[in-house]
Structure formats: C-alpha cells, structure tokens
C-alpha cells in the first residue's frame, strides 16, 4: 500500500491511499478557505478519514465479489452493499457539518444574508 506524505492534522497513516489522499485534498480546501483548521474540526475530519476508508474498501469487495453471494439460501445481495451505503451516508453527514460540499456551503451562504437582512432590518425600524 502506497502511503502519502502525512504532515496533516489528521494521521491517515493506515488508511488505503485514496482516504489519505481524500482527506488531504479536504484540509488543504479548510486551509486555503479558512488559513487554519479549527480544533473543533478535528474530531469530524477523523470521523470522515475512518468512514470514507470504510466506503472505499466496501467499494473495492463489492467490485472483487460481485453485487450478490452465494450463500446456503441462494443468492443473497452481497453485504458490502448495505455497509458502503451506510458509510456513504456517514460521509455525507460529514462533509455537510464541515460545509465543504456545494450545497452547504449555498445553504450557509444563505443563512448569512437572512441574518444581514434581519440586522439590517432592525436598524431602518
């Protein structure tokens, strides 16, 4: 497994290099966006690290193993479905509480000029 460079906040040492390099181009994205990544954000990064190592690996069984198993009762879907699934809920949740997808940040961007105009409201009345 091939690593990438780790000097980041989040150590992604041992996950798949498609987890590292992910993660890096989203501290890079807080960085250049905010110059810092908050303490706060820690804590979410790490998160996102472990569940979208998780999408990336159900991913890589359901492409070895194909969509469904044999098992005793016959064909069954393959487990890696349901569990690459739910990581990729995970993930967007994730991504949504750092802002870092288009439409959170559409949507704080919004907020935003709500309370503009709330303040601004208030101060003509």
């Known amino acids: 497994m091939a690593k990438i460079e780790n000097t980041r906040m989040v150590d992604t040492s041992n996950y798949l290099p498609a987890t590292q390099l992910y993660i890096k181009n989203v501290e890079d994205y807080l960085l250049g966006k905010y110059g810092e990544i908050k303490p706060v954000w820690i804590g979410l990064l790490d998160s996102l690290a472990f569940q979208y190592d998780i999408f990336q690996m159900s991913k890589e069984a359901i492409r070895t193993n194909g969509m469904v198993t044999q098992t005793s009762r016959g064909l069954c879907p393959n487990p890696s479905i349901k569990i690459m699934n739910d990581a990729s809920i995970q ?35």
């Open 91 to 125: 993930v967007q949740k994730l991504v949504q509480s750092l802002a870092i997808s288009p439409m959170a940040e559409s949507k704080l961007k919004m907020e935003e000029k709500d309370t503009t105009d709330e303040f601004l409201s208030a101060l003509t009345n």
